[in-house]
């Protein structure tokens, strides 16, 4: 019987290889290959190297998560991704699934919830936990707010930038986390104060705060 191919992204090895454990357990799965980060993920798949599924982190040494799906899907259109983060998947997976992934699972959930989302999204399907999808649901229903038309205008560094502000973060701590420059980090909030049309700093960091609490 032929396995399903799996190929992890993700900068942290003892989280890779609990993953590759878990997944190398069942009897129709296996991990075929790794990447630590976005280069080597997409040098892989220029290798002409086409797992079956890949799972991605978001949060990647060179390169976003948001940006590696979308140069993944360049690369191979229908190789399916299914995001597994730390990040809260209320703020994140909306994001991600915009970015071509298909669905998106929290590190903190038990392994059996990996393993069914991995097969769901192998079936052609969306994965999302039961919340998350009610909470797209109702958004589809009634339309999107001013605000949430401003936010969907950043960029996907724009946006994760904007979260680490409104998690009470500086930026030079922002730089470290996201290993950017400070100069880099200080133009993306140049840039959302000018997108959400905010006057100053004080004011983004106010928005930033009113919008997390108001995502969680």
């Given at each position: 019987?032929?396995?399903?191919?799996?190929?992890?992204?993700?900068?942290?090895?003892?989280?890779?290889?609990?993953?590759?454990?878990?997944?190398?357990?069942?009897?129709?799965?296996?991990?075929?290959?790794?990447?630590?980060?976005?280069?080597?993920?997409?040098?892989?798949?220029?290798?002409?190297?086409?797992?079956?599924?890949?799972?991605?982190?978001?949060?990647?040494?060179?390169?976003?998560?948001?940006?590696?799906?979308?140069?993944?899907?360049?690369?191979?259109?229908?190789?399916?991704?299914?995001?597994?983060?730390?990040?809260?998947?209320?703020?994140?997976?909306?994001?991600?699934?915009?970015?071509?992934?298909r669905g998106y699972v929290m590190k903190q959930e038990p392994g059996g919830v990996l393993i069914a989302a991995i097969r769901e999204v192998l079936k052609g399907n969306f994965y999302l936990s039961?919340?998350?999808?009610?909470?797209?649901?109702?958004?589809?229903?009634?339309?999107?707010?001013?605000?949430?038309?401003?936010?969907?205008?950043?960029?996907?560094?724009?946006?994760?930038?904007?979260?680490?502000?409104?998690?009470?973060?500086?930026?030079?701590?922002?730089?470290?986390?996201?290993?950017?420059?400070?100069?880099?980090?200080?133009?993306?909030?140049?840039?959302?104060?000018?997108?959400?049309?905010?006057?100053?700093?004080?004011?983004?960091?106010?928005?930033?705060?009113?919008?997390?609490?108001?995502?969680?």
């Open positions: 019987m032929l396995k399903t191919q799996v190929m992890l992204v993700d900068d942290h090895a003892m989280l890779r290889h609990g993953m590759a454990m878990l997944i190398n357990a069942e009897a129709d799965m296996e991990v075929f290959a790794e990447a630590e980060d976005g280069g080597e993920a997409v040098a892989l798949l220029e290798s002409e190297y086409h797992p079956d599924i890949v799972l991605v982190d978001l949060s990647l040494k060179t390169l976003s998560g948001f940006e590696l799906i979308k140069s993944m899907h360049i690369l191979i259109p229908a190789m399916p991704v299914l995001v597994v983060s730390m990040h809260d998947e209320t703020v994140y997976a909306e994001r991600a699934l915009r970015s071509g992934a039961q919340p998350m999808y009610t909470k797209l649901m109702d958004r589809f229903v009634t339309g999107n707010s001013q605000a949430e038309l401003l936010i969907n205008s950043l960029t996907p560094s724009e946006f994760e930038v904007l979260h680490l502000i409104g998690a009470g973060h500086s930026s030079q701590e922002i730089a470290r986390l996201l290993s950017r420059s400070i100069k880099t980090i200080e133009t993306h909030r140049a840039n959302i104060r000018a997108k959400l049309q905010l006057k100053d700093g004080a004011d983004l960091i106010r928005y930033a705060t009113h919008w997390i609490t108001a995502e969680h």
